[in-house]
């Protein structure tokens, strides 16, 4: 156990004992949990599978960065929208080749750090480009959590609707008056006590649970399709873009995880390495099924409140998620939650989403009273959440958010640093 600078229970290369470290693993397994389950229920995916990447991921990240950074792969938000649109329309394979795209820039990002340094990443993503773009992806969902919490077979229905709010109040609640363990759980609190509502007030149907056994494989699915490769430019076109938003989470993730273990990350292992094996884990999830993966910030939450930052607890996190996505009754379970509760959750995460991109401005003192600033965040908030999408075919739109993080990035690099008028 150490007592170091950075006042660690536990420090990044400490192993706690066997029974604390299963605590402790667990406790990080339930708080990236209920998000995680959550993107694929929400696209369609199959959970098991993302819980099993989330896992596999984390691992390679651990390996990758020789076991210096205490970062948990979950499954990423940014991406659920295309990733929607492309399972309705075209079907996994094309999700897989759209989320192995994601995984290639990283690595092509990473393969330039090496050679260029990170001064130029940091220019084009400034606390005035990050803070909107990372509120845009919150607030550009609002209206798939409503739908989700409102309506059932295209229908409104009050009870989804009584069932979304119990669900919101419910994890607010968890939230604010919870404490200790069960504090650090309220997500997963909130998903389980809206199921019962939900149970109670018929909108759930629990004959996949019964056929399901207790082990089976995951659903792992491919990039290739039934008929052969077909290449998709549309799912790359879509989501490719994006990965500049999962990097700009990617970087203010290790800026935090420098400043509470007290490790410069940026120069050892290097950004070059945590983004390869934030790539890796991406491509590996696309080439098995499941969705785009990114550091979460549930679990650097718990680190703060923990004070325990060993890469001994992520890793056994990790190997709990690959475990747990073998359990075939929890897949079935997982997969039977209605959309009035992935939707009365939603709100409360999307906000969350929303409020960290604000935390990113207030922290940095951005200031709008300079118009530069003002003319950055403005079109962003409202090109995101508006979805002004660019449709150049059927096979080819680029959505509002990646429209909002070019346009950021494009303003940031032309405008001036101070308006004429105000000279």
Do not use: C
């Amino acid at each position: 156990m150490s007592k170091n600078q950075n006042n660690a229970i536990y420090d990044l290369h400490d192993k706690p004992p066997f029974f604390t470290w299963l605590g402790l693993s667990l406790q990080h397994l339930f708080s990236m949990f209920g998000a995680t389950i959550l993107v694929p229920l929400l696209v369609g995916l199959n959970p098991g599978v993302a819980l099993f990447t989330s896992g596999v991921g984390t691992l390679l990240h651990l390996l990758i960065t020789h076991g210096k950074v205490p970062a948990y792969m979950g499954s990423s938000f940014a991406f659920i929208i295309p990733m929607t649109s492309l399972l309705k329309t075209v079907g996994y394979p094309a999700v897989a080749q759209g989320i192995i795209s994601v995984g290639l820039v990283y690595l092509v990002v990473a393969f330039i750090v090496t050679f260029t340094g990170t001064a130029w990443i940091e220019y084009i993503f400034p606390a005035e480009v990050v803070g909107p773009i990372i509120m845009v992806i919150g607030l550009s969902l609002a209206g798939s959590a409503a739908s989700s919490a409102t309506t059932m077979n295209g229908h409104y229905d009050i009870r989804v609707f009584t069932v979304a709010l119990v669900t919101l109040l419910a994890t607010i609640a968890f939230n604010m008056f919870l404490k200790g363990f069960l504090g650090l759980l309220p997500v997963l609190l909130g998903i389980i006590f809206g199921y019962i509502v939900a149970l109670i007030t018929g909108l759930v149907d629990l004959s996949p649970v019964a056929s399901a056994h207790w082990f089976q494989l995951p659903n792992f699915e491919t990039f290739i399709g039934k008929d052969g490769f077909v290449f998709y430019p549309a799912a790359v076109l879509s989501m490719a873009p994006l990965a500049l938003v999962t990097l700009s989470e990617h970087l203010g993730h290790l800026m935090v995880l420098s400043k509470i273990t007290g490790t410069d990350f940026f120069e050892n292992p290097g950004l070059k390495r945590t983004l390869t094996g934030d790539g890796t884990a991406s491509v590996v999830a696309g080439l098995i099924g499941g969705p785009a993966v990114t550091s979460y910030g549930e679990n650097i939450g718990v680190m703060q409140l923990s004070r325990v930052y060993s890469v001994w607890v992520i890793g056994g996190a990790a190997f709990f998620a690959v475990i747990f996505s073998f359990v075939g009754k929890l897949s079935a379970l997982i997969s039977t939650i209605p959309g009035a509760v992935t939707g009365g959750v939603g709100f409360m995460l999307y906000g969350v989403i929303a409020a960290a991109g604000l935390q990113v401005i207030v922290d940095n003192k951005v200031d709008y009273s300079k118009k530069r600033n003002l003319m950055i965040a403005a079109p962003i908030m409202v090109v995101g959440i508006g979805n002004f999408h660019l449709q150049l075919s059927t096979q080819v739109d680029f959505s509002g958010v990646a429209i909002a993080t070019i346009l950021g990035i494009v303003l940031n690099l032309v405008l001036p640093k101070v308006a004429a008028s105000e000279k």
